[in-house]
């Protein structure tokens, strides 16, 4: 996982708000629910979050938000 130029800066608050949620287990629809927003809406989050940080699955995504203090516990 890359966290250089793509760092935790340069996140929008929506997509630190997605990485929090996708590192507490929560699936797209629960995210969706949560948020008032459309499950592909969120698909399209986490697409922009793996492309953004360079990660090429969901583990990575959560070890990411762990590394930048973005993970809360359940």
Known sequence: ?????????RLSPRERQVLTLLSKGKT?????????????????????LMDKIDCKNTAELVLYAF????AVPK
């Open 1 to 9: 996982v890359e966290t250089g130029s793509n760092g935790p800066g």
């Open 28 to 48: 797209n629809k629960e995210i969706a629910v949560e948020l008032n927003l459309e499950v592909s809406t969120i698909e399209s989050y986490r697409k922009k």
């Open 67 to 70: 590394r930048i203090g973005e």
